[in-house]
């Protein structure tokens, strides 16, 4: 088999021309998100690929107009041998042709000076691409796996729309999971988002005029601005966010990236009134070693606090909702952390594969920026982001990514699909 492998890295040299074409024309469908609910076509183009590639392919509409396509090529020995999950996303970050200056169209893909551009070259249809080069040059070798391959190409994840957990809730697992999203071929955890939205309302609504009576002496009127309420709440947010930064740390990270961000506030009705309600969305980012539930819990105990200390809120507390399952549909995301297991078995098989082609172990480090690996590591599948691309290119203008960190990504996916799938599974 070495010596398979060795020839299959030859061919991805040789045919380093079909790998572009094919993620050209993933960049030729046009799938930003927002707008969203564009991915259908592109959807078609991954399951015709699969199916062609004897895949038993599974496409079902997470939101109509954006489907998941999963696609397994069934193993010989399944029952005895490791599977693997390929997962990727479809959906690409936003474009304002107008207002942002593209050298190149951003869904006309070019390739020039070493690099291949545009939307969504490296996050991540360059790594959807170069993993079903992969699959194409191993079954045209002949090849057949023990263990199962399960491609999963899911939308919505530029917008918090987890396709990717609509995967793990239909039922499909495996050993072990390979998000191949932008690392810039490191291996990643990540830490953690919830987003969330605190309300301040009152009960009665006043007017304008009556703002004397609530503020002043002998004014009588048990009342309140809601935005003015809210800013005790920011404050308190900034304490716990200065208190988290001081005391929570994780390898990898800088201290204080877990932060708070008051993102976007909502609040009152016009100027003849008092303002009756207040509404902010928050983001929170965690550690690995957090889970969501447990930082909103940490955070409305802290503000509910705050809120005791003050007389109108003490009798008006304010209102928590958490996370959300589209930015688009309900202003809400989460994406749980990912830890990585360094000694885990993936690691080393992927370390192993990468050493192979680099001649060094990939660095392990932590993404500063979420991917869909959360939700397939909550569903308790051991999880590792590797991709082509870095975060600098990922939703920028001119977005490109290295032509030679395609195909050495592609060699690497070859050896991770054959040796992890051909391993035999230890009963534990
Ligand atoms: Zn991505």
């Known amino acids: 088999m070495e010596k398979t492998l060795w020839q299959l890295n030859q061919l991805v040299e040789e045919r380093q021309d079909e790998l572009l074409e094919l993620v050209k024309n993933l960049v030729r469908f046009q799938t930003p998100s927002p707008p969203a609910r564009n991915t259908e076509e592109a959807q078609q183009f991954i399951e015709q690929f699969l199916k062609e590639h004897d895949f038993n392919t599974d496409v079902w509409d997470v939101y109509p107009g954006d489907p998941n396509v999963v696609g397994t090529w069934k193993g010989e020995d399944p029952e005895t041998h490791q599977s693997l999950i390929i997962n990727g996303h479809m959906d690409v970050a936003e474009v304002d042709e107008e207002n942002e200056s593209w050298k190149y169209g951003p869904f006309e893909p070019v390739a020039a000076d070493g690099r291949l551009y545009g939307r969504g070259t490296a996050d991540m249809k360059g790594g959807l691409a170069g993993a079903l080069f992969a699959?194409?040059?191993?079954?045209?070798?002949?090849?057949?796996?023990?263990?199962?391959?399960?491609?999963?190409?899911?939308?919505?994840?530029?917008?918090?729309?987890?396709?990717?957990?609509?995967?793990?809730?239909?039922?499909?697992?495996a050993d072990l999971a390979v998000v191949v999203d932008t690392s810039d071929l490191n291996i990643q955890g990540q830490g953690g988002v919830i987003t969330g939205w605190i309300t301040v309302k009152s009960p009665q609504t006043y007017h304008d005029a009556t703002r004397r009576n609530m503020i002043h002496a002998g004014g009588g009127v048990k009342g309140a601005s809601a935005i003015e309420k809210m800013t005790k709440i920011i404050e308190g947010l900034q304490e716990l966010e200065k208190h988290w930064a001081v005391t929570k740390s994780y390898p990898g990270f800088p201290a204080g990236m877990n932060t708070i961000n008051p993102a976007v506030i909502e609040g009152g009705r016009h100027a003849a009134f008092v303002a009756d309600e207040c509404r902010l969305w928050i983001t929170v980012h965690f550690y690995p070693d957090e889970d969501h539930d447990m930082v909103a819990k940490e955070v409305e105990d802290h503000i509910r606090r705050v809120a005791d200390a003050d007389p109108w809120l003490r009798e008006n507390p304010p209102l928590f909702e958490w996370g959300g399952t589209s930015m688009i549909e309900d202003r809400g995301e989460i994406f749980p952390s990912l830890d990585i297991e360094e000694n885990g078995k993936g690691t080393k098989v992927l370390q192993t594969a990468h050493q192979d082609i680099f001649g060094?172990?990939?660095?392990?480090?932590?993404?500063?920026?979420?991917?869909?690996?959360?939700?397939?590591?909550?569903?308790?599948?051991?999880?590792?982001?590797?991709?082509?691309?870095?975060?600098?290119?990922?939703?920028?203008?001119?977005?490109?990514?290295?032509?030679?960190?395609?195909?050495?990504?592609?060699?690497?996916?070859?050896?991770?699909?054959?040796?992890?799938?051909?391993?035999?599974?230890?009963?534990?």
């Open 360 to 428: 060094q172990k990939a660095p392990i480090s932590m993404s500063p920026t979420v991917t869909d690996g959360g939700w397939l590591g909550d569903a308790g599948i051991p999880t590792l982001i590797y991709g082509p691309g870095d975060l600098q290119n990922a939703h920028a203008v001119n977005e490109s990514v290295s032509i030679d960190q395609l195909v050495q990504f592609t060699k690497v996916m070859i050896s991770l699909i054959y040796n992890w799938c051909s391993t035999e599974r230890e009963e534990d």
């Open 135 to 173: 699959v194409k040059l191993l079954q045209e070798q002949g090849i057949r796996l023990p263990g199962d391959l399960i491609f999963q190409s899911v939308i919505g994840e530029e917008v918090g729309e987890a396709g990717t957990l609509e995967c793990c809730k239909r039922g499909y697992s």
